[in-house]
């Protein structure tokens, strides 16, 4: 039984080819996004007869986007290592198999949802991180 209580599927060849595939096209559309960001963050940076404040704004929001979209990037490709190791699919934290469900909302997910809610539990650190 899962932490649901409801019993739950884990992955088998056809989920992974599929999860595979969905990461990649994720990492695709990220970098791509990425790309186009950082050259709107450029126009806004050096665009004219803007005000100010308006400037600043605009650029502290693109510059958030990236830094998500960049993090992102990052879990999808930790997620594609794990699956080239064979490690794919396992909570980093207790060892027990991620529920397949699981998986399909959040490709890169690295934590069995009983480990994420208890992560999601703990006090943040200064600098308002979740600590690993």
């Not at 998500?68 to 594609?80: D, Q, R, S």
Request: proline share 3%.
């Amino acid at each position: 039984m899962g932490y649901s209580g409801m019993e739950e599927r884990h992955i088998n060849p056809e989920d992974m080819t599929g999860l595979e595939k969905t990461l990649k096209k994720m990492h695709g559309k990220l970098a791509e996004d990425m790309k186009k960001l950082g050259a709107e963050l450029k126009d806004t940076a050096f665009g004219e007869a803007r005000d100010i404040l308006t400037q600043k704004e605009d650029i502290e929001t693109l510059e958030a986007e990236d830094e998500m979209e960049e993090k992102e990037i990052h879990l999808i490709e930790e997620a594609l290592q794990r699956m080239a190791q064979g490690t794919y699919g396992i909570c980093l934290d207790c060892g027990e198999k991620i529920a397949i469900e699981r998986l399909k909302a959040l490709p890169y997910a690295r934590y069995c949802i009983r480990c994420e809610d208890a992560r999601e539990k703990r006090p943040y650190k200064m600098d308002g991180r979740i600590p690993d």
